[in-house]
């Protein structure tokens, strides 16, 4: 085994220097998946060791000893804080590409930044971790997070397709800049985890009348920060409010 090249192996270590906490991952052959059950359900995406994500390590050694054990395992690479990763994982198998193209087009295209091609035709979009807690989770059809708790499977992995999972040869973590999540996902994304705060007075999500207007913005500025939303997410969703429901809006 020893001097054998796995190139899953380095680009483990690469990810680790980066500061992107490592897991083992089964790998897929012939379509089957290492763990041997025929019936598995995340062929070639699931962890292999015993404690999954919380075994995740920057430390070479470590890395180095489950690569000689099992050289041709996938690769996982740990999302959330751990990391400082978000990742948008765009499934076209369940309309992602679809549910891409409306969002982008109601919000914006989404900025340069790395991305990766998974082998069943999906991608991955790699942004900054705005801070505070940004949960797993899908947001539209065929559009998943991975952050906090949540971990993307990275090149060369193999896919269940066949197909190995490789860098967007113009978007490789080498040559391009890790893009900070774009404004209005991550305010998205604090009010998909936790929806925001309705006033005991049952004025919102209508109206909230001059009187009240300081104390209901201030009550969701509260509630954001406490699930531990940044100062920029917060402003941003306040900026929101003000406008949609205020009446009339606060001056900015
Ligand atoms: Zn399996």
Not at 23 to 35: E, F, T
Not at 68 to 93: E, F, H, M, Y
Not at 128 to 154: E, N, T
């Amino acid at each position: 085994m020893s001097g054998e090249a796995s190139p899953n192996l380095d680009a483990a270590l690469i990810y680790a220097h980066r500061g992107w906490p490592v897991i083992p991952i089964h790998s897929v052959q012939d379509g089957h998946c290492s763990c041997g059950r025929a019936a598995c359900s995340s062929i070639g995406k699931h962890p292999r060791t015993a404690h999954g994500l919380k075994d995740a390590t920057v430390e070479e050694a470590q890395i180095q000893d489950w690569w000689r054990l099992w050289p041709d395992a996938n690769v996982g690479i740990v999302t959330g804080n751990q990391s400082g990763l978000v990742v948008l994982d765009i499934d076209p198998r369940n309309g992602g590409a679809d549910s891409l193209t409306d969002l982008q087009g109601r919000n914006g295209a989404l900025p340069k930044t790395i991305q990766s091609l998974t082998g069943g035709g999906g991608h991955h979009f790699f942004f900054q971790h705005p801070g505070g807690i940004v949960k797993s989770k899908p947001i539209v059809k065929g559009v998943d997070v991975k952050a906090d708790g949540g971990y993307v499977v990275a090149p060369p992995s193999t896919h269940g397709s066949g197909e190995r999972y490789r860098w967007n040869s113009l978007r490789n973590p080498d040559d391009v800049v890790l893009a900070a999540l774009p404004v209005w996902l991550r305010a998205q994304l604090i009010q998909r985890v936790e929806s925001l705060p309705k006033p005991s007075t049952g004025t919102f999500p209508g109206k909230i009348h001059q009187g009240q207007r300081n104390k209901t913005l201030a009550r969701i500025a509260g509630a954001m920060r406490r699930h531990g939303a940044d100062e920029a997410t917060i402003l941003q969703s306040l900026k929101a409010h003000n406008r949609q429901h205020c009446d009339p809006p606060l001056s900015e």
